[in-house]
């Protein structure tokens, strides 16, 4: 089970850090992933990160965003910095029950409930 907190308002410009908790399994051997899905839109990927904290991100937030990993509490990070308002989503955290990561949401095994993200102008 994933839940994922951390999300709220904030101004253009402005920064956030969501995390993601595991429980009910050790997830320390799977790849994390963070996609969002806006209002009338796809869900899209966001930031990925592997078992050995290779990290990946969609070319939209790369530079702002960084995914992290502490496997030793069972958690992941999404440091949102310079946030803008098309970042306005709701923020899915993912695990995927291999070492590799991925961009697909079809690849990833579990998924956390979501958490809101409002950027105002």
């Known amino acids: 089970q994933l839940q994922a907190s951390g999300g709220g308002l904030v101004q253009a410009g402005g920064s956030l850090r969501l995390s993601c908790a595991a429980s009910?399994?050790?997830?320390?051997?799977?790849?994390m992933g963070w996609f969002r899905q806006a209002p009338g839109k796809e869900r899209e990927f966001v930031a990925a990160?592997?078992?050995?904290?290779?990290?990946y991100y969609a070319d939209s937030v790369k530079g702002r965003f960084t995914i992290s990993r502490d496997n030793a509490k069972n958690m992941v990070f999404l440091q949102m910095n310079s946030l803008k308002p098309e970042d306005t989503a709701v923020y899915y955290c993912?695990?995927?029950?291999?070492?590799?990561?991925?961009?697909?949401?079809?690849?990833?095994?579990?998924w956390g409930q979501g958490t809101q993200v409002t950027v105002s102008s």
């Open positions: 993912a695990a995927r029950d291999s070492i590799a990561a991925s961009r697909y949401e079809h690849e990833y095994d579990y």
């Open positions: 009910g399994r050790t997830f320390r051997t799977y790849a």
């Open positions: 990160v592997n078992w050995s904290a290779a990290t």
